[in-house]
């Protein structure tokens, strides 16, 4: 099974999807995707196993964090990632993980994990 990562910008910058995925953001936009779900995730994420199969991850499997996730809840993101040391180590491993694979670039990181395949950044 496939794990869903989020990740977000550190510059301000427009909203962008980098991979036609769009049907597949509609569809968790739908479903209500939340902080918990995303922290937990990354609380939970078993960061070998990203590790191992991190040549699997793809731009297909990527979309941006704010198709779903409102600015609200990207914000509370943020700020539990500032005031969790467990989220903000995994999510430092992980962007490190998909950056040293070139699948996202220096100005992204990751904030988030969900269950499904879809990888979110912004």
């Known amino acids: 099974m496939?794990?869903?990562?989020l990740a977000i910008a550190f510059s301000v910058m427009a909203l962008f999807v980098l991979a036609p995925a769009m049907?597949?953001?509609?569809?968790?936009s739908n479903q209500g995707t939340n902080v918990g779900q995303v922290v937990r995730g990354l609380i939970n994420v078993n960061v070998g196993?990203?590790?191992?199969?991190?040549?699997d991850i793809t731009l297909e499997d990527?979309?941006?964090?704010?198709?779903?996730?409102?600015?609200i809840e990207i914000t509370a993101l943020n700020?539990?990632?500032n005031n969790s040391p467990i989220a903000s180590n995994n999510s430092?491993?992980?962007?490190n993980l998909l950056r040293n694979a070139d699948i996202i670039d220096e100005t992204?990181?990751?904030?988030?994990?969900?269950?499904?395949g879809i990888f979110v950044i912004q």
Do not use: F, R
């Open 2 to 5: 496939k794990t869903k990562i």
């Open 23 to 28: 049907n597949g953001v509609q569809a968790q």
């Open 49 to 55: 196993a990203v590790a191992v199969n991190v040549g």
């Open 62 to 71: 990527l979309v941006d964090v704010g198709d779903v996730l409102s600015d």
């Open 79 to 81: 700020n539990v990632l």
């Open 92 to 95: 430092e491993i992980l962007t």
């Open 108 to 116: 992204q990181v990751v904030v988030g994990v969900l269950s499904g």
